[in-house]
């Protein structure tokens, strides 16, 4: 069973850093992709940055480019989203996602977690 489980949100001002963490359970961590998602209110849920399994490709969404760093230890079954300058639009719930396969083109998978707050304000 894969369980995804996101910590680290909170409340900040504009400027600001925050670091989310995904624990993942379940078997096959190193070997699938990994991804950060957000959902503001009355919004979609859209793609923020994704990781390869191995680590060795990222991607990021236009807005939070040179803003944010996603990382991953597959030692600790641990993916990490560092969030500098942060803007009010950042402000969502922020989701972590496990991709079907090793690519990033296979995210998102099927699993997610319960999201995390973050909150940014001006």
């Known amino acids: 069973q894969v369980q995804l489980v996101e910590s680290g949100g909170g409340l900040v001002q504009a400027g600001g850093s925050l670091r989310l963490s995904c624990a993942a359970s379940?078997?096959?961590?190193?070997?699938?992709?990994m991804g950060w998602y957000r959902q503001a209110p009355g919004g979609q849920r859209d793609v923020v940055a994704r990781?390869?399994?191995?680590?060795?490709?990222?991607n990021y969404a236009d807005s939070v480019k040179g803003r944010f760093t996603i990382s991953r230890d597959n030692a600790l079954n641990t993916v990490l989203l560092q969030m500098n300058s942060l803007k009010p639009e950042d402000t969502a719930v922020y989701y972590c996602?496990?991709?079907?396969?090793?690519?990033?083109?296979?995210?998102?998978?099927?699993?997610w977690g319960q999201g995390t707050q973050v909150t940014v304000s001006s």
């Open positions: 996602n496990r991709g079907s396969g090793a690519s990033t083109y296979t995210l998102p998978g099927n699993y």
């Open positions: 379940g078997s096959n961590f190193s070997a699938k992709a």
């Open positions: 990781i390869s399994a191995r680590g060795s490709s990222t």
